[in-house]
């Protein structure tokens, strides 16, 4: 059985703890600083708490010792200082964020480590980079790489039309950091909020625009190799005007604890929400110019025997699979391992993967 700490006690962190220890192969400490999270956490006999203020290096370097591997489920600014722990405490070392700067200093903490180093675990980056770079192996030569991921209320009921559906400091930090994309072959920044975009999927009218963090690794793994390349976030359509509004009229970029403040006590929370993934590749195969797509949407549902969101299945289902191939030994043990160095067939074929899978049994539509 591996001994695992998941550092954040939050939907998320709680979901991992519940994927993962729901198998009997996974012994799961759930650290943070709040005894209210904490008490959130599903009693399980391979579960456990402990109350753990990151800020405390050396207290964090003896929770990790002899710790197969801390995954994080913490905002993503506590990032860099728990790889920092993790490389002292040589354990294996996941996250989920979405920040393309605590991502590089994970990167260079990773080239003096004994372990494996592993960002972005999640959706979006995560998942949706296996996918782009399954689907660009296929061409001869690539042209565009398109990737639209959003995590939606089912039934939006504002003019926003949006509810909270995951951390609110993440969402904030995809609306306002620079966002990275290939143009002309050159990998660029790009405002976040522009180049929005409609399209349809299902009968079903969206709107996209850049975020940041969406791209992962790939972007700079596939640069001088396709033409264009960009990640834009999915949202009903009216929602990035009120939000640009919002940053740049009223100026609350520059107040993020204003904004945050807002958006907590004025969009409520659903666990009836919908995942939204499309991947859109175009290029040469044979001599000819053809387009391939993924496309798939997933629900809240039922799995480790919880009713969790959507949002909540796919972000926790992401870096369990990944945590469980490298257990298997079917990852790099060693290093900075980037999401696009996954096999999607290995990642979908996975017990924890298979929820991504159109027709998964383990999972059902309220």
Not at 31 to 36: G, K, L
Not at 214 to 221: E, F, I, K, V
Request: glycine content about 6%; proline content about 3%; overall charge negative.
């Amino acid at each position: 059985m591996k001994d695992l700490m998941v550092i954040g006690a939050g939907r998320i962190g709680g979901a991992i703890a519940s994927m993962l220890a729901d198998t009997g192969d996974y012994k799961v400490t759930v650290a943070d600083r709040s005894v209210e999270q904490l008490a959130t956490i599903d009693c399980h006999p391979a579960i456990s708490t402990a109350m753990l203020d990151i800020a405390n290096h050396a207290n964090l370097v003896a929770a990790l010792n002899r710790k197969f591997a801390v995954l994080s489920a913490a905002p993503f600014h506590l990032t860099e200082q728990i790889a920092d722990a993790a490389l002292a405490a040589d354990a294996h070392y996941l996250d989920l964020t979405e920040d393309i700067a605590t991502t590089k200093k994970v990167e260079t903490l990773a080239q003096n480590a004994e372990r494996a180093f592993i960002p972005q675990c999640g959706l979006a980056p995560g998942f949706i980079s296996i996918v782009a770079n399954d689907l660009a192996s296929r061409f001869d030569n690539l042209d565009s790489i398109r990737m639209r991921v959003g995590a939606l209320p089912r039934y939006p009921s504002n003019a926003l039309n949006y509810n909270l559906i995951w951390s609110t400091d993440g969402l904030i930090n995809e609306y306002i950091e620079p966002c990275e994309a290939i143009v002309e072959g050159r990998l660029v920044s790009v405002p976040a909020m522009e180049e929005r975009e409609e399209f349809s999927f299902d009968g079903v009218t969206y709107e996209a625009f850049n975020t940041s963090g969406g791209l992962g690794t790939l972007a700079r793994t596939l640069e001088g190799r396709v033409r264009t390349m960009n990640y834009r976030t999915i949202r009903y359509p009216g929602h990035q005007a009120i939000i640009k509004a919002l940053l740049n009229d009223l100026n609350l970029k520059n107040r993020r604890n204003v904004l945050k403040d807002l958006l907590e006590k004025a969009l409520p929370a659903t666990m009836q929400d919908v995942v939204v993934i499309f991947v859109t590749v175009c290029g040469w195969q044979n001599g000819r110019y053809v387009q391939e797509t993924y496309a798939n949407k997933m629900y809240a549902g039922i799995v480790a025997g919880r009713q969790l969101s959507a949002i909540q299945i796919t972000t926790a289902a992401g870096i369990a699979t990944v945590i469980d191939l490298l257990a298997q030994k079917s990852l790099p043990a060693k290093g900075f391992v980037r999401q696009e160095e996954i096999a999607l067939a290995d990642f979908l074929s996975n017990r924890f993967g298979q929820v991504y899978n159109l027709d998964a049994k383990r999972m059902r539509q309220p």
